[in-house]
Each structure stands twice: as structure tokens, then as C-alpha cells.
């Protein structure tokens, strides 16, 4: 398992962008998928997006698609992503997650380390 923490959480209005990171601990970094999802008050935890183990392959939940980018960085054990167009909806803690294998999934027992999370709040 590998140790994460999350940061760049905040409060933006709607419209706004946010770049949250996940800085990873241990050196299997590298071969693991990375996913984040988010938690809102009152509701289950969603996927919101993952990266394959290189960086090649992405996909992100349709909610997001198109105003969420996640990247990663193999050589500083991050991995980011970039919110653009916030929506109140938004408004999540957000947990980066390392998974089980090189290419992960939606799923979140796919995964088995997950960050401490970090509140977004988009206002309206």
C-alpha cells in the first residue's frame, strides 16, 4: 500500500477552477491506477475519474467529463486534478485513491489506499 495526501481544497464560486494534488509515499506508486472520488454531506461516495499506471488512459464519471482533467507525474509520486466550470453540485470532500492493479476501475473496492480527503465548497 502506498500513503497519500491531498491538498488544494477550498472554497471557489460557481463558474471557478481548483487543482487539487495527491502526493503518494512508498515506491509502487508508479505501477498503480489512481482514482479520485468525492463525498457529499448526506450522500455515497462517487467516482469521479482515474488514471492507468502511465498516464495513457483516463476516464472520468460523466458529471465531470470535460471540465475535470487528472494527470500524473510518475518521477514526483503526484497525481492532480484539474476542476474547471465548479458547479455547487461539486461540492465534495475529494479522496485520491491508489488502486490494486495498473489500470483500476469505477469501483472503489478497486482500491485499497485512499488520502485523508479534501473539502471543495463551490458557492453559488
Known amino acids: 500500500q502506498v500513503q497519500l495526501i491531498e491538498s488544494g481544497g477550498g472554497l471557489v464560486q460557481t463558474g471557478g477552477s481548483l487543482r487539487l494534488s495527491c502526493t503518494a509515499s512508498?515506491?509502487?506508486?508508479?505501477?498503480?491506477?489512481m482514482g479520485w472520488f468525492r463525498q457529499a454531506p448526506g450522500k455515497d461516495r462517487e467516482f469521479v475519474g482515474r488514471i492507468n499506471w502511465t498516464g495513457g488512459s483516463k476516464y472520468y464519471a460523466n458529471s465531470v467529463k470535460g471540465r475535470f482533467t487528472i494527470s500524473r507525474d510518475n518521477t514526483k509520486n503526484t497525481v492532480s486534478l484539474q476542476m474547471n466550470s465548479l458547479k455547487p453540485e461539486d461540492t465534495a470532500v475529494y479522496y485520491c485513491?491508489?488502486?490494486?492493479?495498473?489500470?483500476?476501475?469505477?469501483?472503489?473496492?478497486?482500491?485499497?489506499?485512499w488520502g485523508q480527503g479534501t473539502q471543495v465548497t463551490v458557492s453559488s
Open positions: 512508498g515506491r509502487t506508486f508508479g505501477s498503480k491506477a
Open positions: 485513491a491508489a488502486a490494486k492493479t495498473g489500470w483500476g476501475s469505477s469501483a472503489d473496492w478497486d482500491y485499497d489506499s
